[in-house]
């Protein structure tokens, strides 16, 4: 029997018509939720709202990913009140993976561990392998790590994460730790604008911690106090209490770390409270390595500052390896209703403030390269109307580390580099040293092309000559000395306030007055760029040797320090079983053909070579304001 015309048009229709109800709904659904929370891939760099994200200036990378890493050994308690608050965040649609690395409890001499206490701490772990079986993350993938063997905190972060691209963040997290609903939101708004914003990104940032800063590391620092206007700032120091991690300067510091540690070097840093922590506890914990390391490079973490001791990350500071006891909340945890989540500002990286771990504001990347940008540096450079002027265009790179060591032993900030364009020279100045590209800075001088002199001495005598019309007292340091007084660049001219300069001719060291500027002209510098008499060198010629011989030539009132003050010592290649420092010596030279592993050897046997085999300082030396 033929069916009928109509028989296959009702099924048909109504799987049609159900199919377009679902597809519907499924739009519908997408649409609502994309208008309320938008993926925070469309987080321009300024946030004026958490929950209402304007329109994307720039996108994130499609081979981004984040992976959250949650440290835990025997606390659930703990361990479920942080797994709650990560998987009651907003992760807008995003995939965010978790990977949960259980610590395997202590298995001491068996002989003093009786069977009661094993099963105890068996019954223990498994507990804690139940709740995190049942834990259901529906953000991504789940990963559970139950270790075999204890291994402790320094493993349990150091192990955690190797990353396999570019573009791959973690964000580590310890099981006291509680997260506001926002928290990805705000890492992920960061990573948006200060990693892959091409224009507001520096390769010195390491990540970004969500905790609450409390602590300054360096022994006598500053404390923390920022105006409540700043929101954001970049401070040295790691954070453990919810630290975000970018995945180059991670990779960089595990190879780092292999190496110090397989050579059997130690994290030790004198003038650190963490250095202390390392001498007590060991390797149990694993912060003063990192800290070691970004002392080394010259990293920032970005923080967080908000009202009310407020953080978007809060450590309950449980009974652990760090506390012997609960010490209990640390900061109170931004809630999605409270006044911080509603009006938030990320500004542009060069707005930011940078902070050592003395909690000593620095200012980075202040490079000279033509007059016009010589004014404002030196403004910022100064200190009670005076400046230092340093040519590094002679000596080598362990010598100035030495130098600037000794420098801020001394807590003297008030200087600035001169020398050729090199990445030393990029590096000093990036991590908050003053300095001037000599060979940027010469190509803007059309006047001086064809000088008979090096280019180094035409611009160290422009620098001196702005400093001084700026009314500067300015000391000019050949490369060949170490400062041992902290008085050096204060006592010595005060004998005679009628004297416009002072010159060491031994030393090359010139001191001029701000009253100088009149003489310290452009007749003067145009002199030191026509001088190319070889009676005017001093060991192949140092400016403030033929500055000081030139001034003496034209009769100006100067003041001259050799022998017989007692305020200097030389290094020389002779027996150093003479060389004494007494309480009035000031400087420590040596004449530029003396071999640097000789002056290392007089500096080392006098302690005044204060770096280590890397030419870092050994020391944070803390000066409070």
């Known amino acids: 029997m033929a069916p009928k015309r109509g028989f296959y048009f009702y099924p048909i229709f109504l799987i049609v018509s159900l199919s377009a109800l679902f597809i519907f709904s499924l739009y519908r659904s997408s649409s609502l939720s994309l208008s309320s929370s938008p993926p925070i891939s469309q987080f321009p760099l300024t946030i004026t709202n958490f929950n209402n994200i304007p329109n994307p200036n720039f996108q994130i990378s499609p081979k981004f990913s984040f992976t959250i890493k949650v440290l835990t050994y025997d606390r659930l308690r703990s361990l479920s009140r942080c797994l709650r608050s990560l998987s009651a965040a907003h992760y807008d649609n995003d995939k965010v993976n978790i990977h949960i690395f259980i610590d395997h409890f202590k298995i001491l001499d068996q002989k003093d561990q009786d069977s009661e206490y094993l099963d105890k701490k068996l019954n223990e772990s498994r507990e804690i392998l139940d709740f995190v079986d049942g834990f259901e993350w529906r953000f991504g993938e789940k990963m559970v790590h139950y270790r075999t063997g204890n291994v402790g905190l320094q493993a349990q972060w150091l192990e955690a994460w190797w990353p396999v691209s570019d573009d791959e963040f973690a964000f580590v997290v310890e099981d006291d730790i509680e997260l506001s609903q926002l928290y990805y939101r705000f890492l992920k708004s960061l990573i948006v604008g200060y990693y892959y914003n091409a224009s507001n990104y520096s390769p010195w940032i390491y990540g970004?911690?969500?905790?609450?800063?409390?602590?300054?590391?360096?022994?006598?620092?500053?404390?923390?106090?920022?105006?409540?206007?700043?929101?954001?700032?970049?401070?040295?120091l790691v954070g453990t209490w919810g630290q975000l991690l970018f995945p180059k300067p991670w990779k960089e510091f595990r190879l780092w770390y292999d190496k110090h540690k397989t050579k059997g070097m130690k994290p030790l840093l004198d003038g650190m409270v963490t250095t202390g922590w390392y001498k007590k506890m060991g390797d149990r914990i694993w912060t003063p390595w990192f800290i070691k390391f970004i002392h080394a490079r010259g990293y920032f973490n970005?923080?967080?500052?908000?009202?009310?001791?407020?953080?978007?990350?809060?450590?309950?500071?449980?009974?652990?390896?760090?506390?012997?006891?609960?010490?209990?909340?640390?900061?109170?945890?931004?809630?999605?209703?409270?006044?911080?989540?509603?009006?938030?500002?990320?500004?542009?990286?060069?707005?930011?403030?940078?902070?050592?771990?003395?909690?000593?504001?620095?200012?980075?990347?202040?490079?000279?390269?033509?007059?016009?940008?010589?004014?404002?540096?030196?403004?910022?450079?100064?200190?009670?109307?005076?400046?230092?002027?340093?040519?590094?265009?002679?000596?080598?790179?362990?010598?100035?580390?030495?130098?600037?060591?000794?420098?801020?032993?001394?807590?003297?900030?008030?200087?600035?580099?001169?020398?050729?364009?090199?990445?030393?020279?990029?590096?000093?100045?990036?991590?908050?040293?003053?300095?001037?590209?000599?060979?940027?800075?010469?190509?803007?001088?059309?006047?001086?092309?064809?000088?008979?002199?090096?280019?180094?001495?035409?611009?160290?005598?422009?620098?001196?000559?702005?400093?001084?019309?700026?009314?500067?007292?300015?000391?000019?340091l050949d490369h060949d000395m170490v400062p041992v007084n902290a008085d050096f660049f204060l006592d010595s001219v005060k004998r005679n306030p009628t004297v416009h300069f002072y010159f060491w001719s031994r030393l090359g060291l010139l001191f001029a007055r701000s009253t100088g500027s009149g003489i310290w002209n452009n007749r003067f510098v145009n002199e030191i760029a026509q001088t190319a008499d070889p009676t005017m060198s001093k060991d192949g010629g140092g400016f403030g040797f033929i500055a000081g011989k030139l001034l003496e030539r034209k009769g100006v009132k100067l003041e001259r320090f050799d022998d017989g003050l007692g305020f200097s010592v030389e290094i020389n290649a002779g027996d150093d079983n003479g060389i004494v420092l007494k309480n009035d010596t000031k400087v420590v030279f040596w004449s530029s053909d003396a071999g640097s592993g000789l002056v290392q050897n007089r500096l080392?046997?006098?302690?005044?070579?204060?770096?280590?085999?890397e030419s870092h300082c050994k020391a944070v030396i803390c000066h409070p304001s």
């Open 208 to 236: 970004a911690s969500l905790q609450r800063p409390r602590f300054v590391p360096g022994k006598h620092g500053n404390k923390i106090n920022i105006d409540t206007e700043t929101k954001v700032f970049l401070y040295q």
């Open 302 to 476: 970005i923080y967080t500052n908000f009202l009310n001791e407020s953080a978007l990350s809060v450590s309950h500071r449980d009974t652990g390896v760090n506390y012997g006891r609960t010490a209990g909340p640390d900061s109170n945890l931004i809630q999605e209703s409270s006044r911080e989540s509603n009006v938030f500002k990320l500004e542009p990286l060069r707005n930011l403030k940078w902070y050592d771990f003395c909690f000593r504001e620095i200012i980075p990347d202040r490079i000279v390269t033509n007059v016009d940008e010589l004014e404002p540096v030196l403004k910022s450079a100064q200190k009670a109307n005076a400046l230092v002027v340093v040519s590094v265009d002679q000596t080598s790179k362990m010598l100035t580390r030495n130098l600037l060591c000794h420098f801020a032993r001394l807590n003297v900030w008030n200087y600035i580099f001169v020398g050729p364009d090199s990445e030393f020279l990029l590096d000093l100045a990036r991590r908050g040293h003053p300095v001037v590209n000599v060979d940027a800075f010469f190509d803007t001088l059309k006047a001086y092309k064809s000088s008979k002199l090096s280019k180094e001495n035409i611009v160290m005598a422009l620098v001196v000559k702005k400093a001084l019309e700026m009314k500067y007292d300015t000391w000019v």
């Open 604 to 613: 080392e046997s006098l302690g005044l070579w204060i770096i280590d085999s």
